[in-house]
């Protein structure tokens, strides 16, 4: 299970940070997971922010994200950050968080929402202008 936090209202150019706490799966480790955020604003389709791909600890952005989000990962405490600067009206959405926490996620699909089985509740992030 996936357990989102951090969202709100904050001016625009302010900051914000979500965090996304994983429990411990059943014969899974979490240093083997794939976590993502993803966004999803009224009236659009859910659309990719970030990722952090186990196999080369790599971190993935969409380009609208990029250079002021940034998604971190803290293996000990089974959680994943989203910390999210110079915040415009435009990231105004519900952030999800998802797991792939199998270890088989392939590069080519870490911004696919259809790769991740397990999703957080979402979050609410409201930017004001």
């Known amino acids: 299970q996936l357990q989102a936090r951090g969202g709100g209202l904050v001016q625009a150019g302010g900051p914000l940070r979500l965090s996304c706490a994983a429990s411990?799966?059943?014969?899974?480790?979490?240093?083997?997971?794939?976590m993502a955020w993803f966004r999803q604003a009224p009236g659009k389709e859910r659309e990719f922010v970030a990722a952090?791909?186990?196999?080369?600890?790599?971190?993935y952005y969409a380009d609208s994200v990029k250079g002021r989000f940034t998604i971190s990962r803290d293996t000990p405490k089974n959680t994943v950050y989203l910390q999210m600067n110079s915040l415009k009206p435009d990231d105004t959405a519900v952030y999800y968080c998802?797991?792939?926490?199998?270890?088989?996620?392939?590069?080519?699909?870490?911004?696919?929402?259809?790769?991740?089985?397990?999703w957080g509740q979402g979050t609410l992030v409201t930017v004001s202008s």
């Open positions: 411990a799966a059943s014969g899974r480790t979490f240093s083997r997971y794939t």
């Open positions: 998802a797991a792939e926490t199998w270890g088989r996620m392939i590069l080519s699909s870490v911004t696919n929402p259809s790769a991740y089985k397990d």
């Open positions: 952090f791909w186990w196999r080369s600890s790599g971190t």
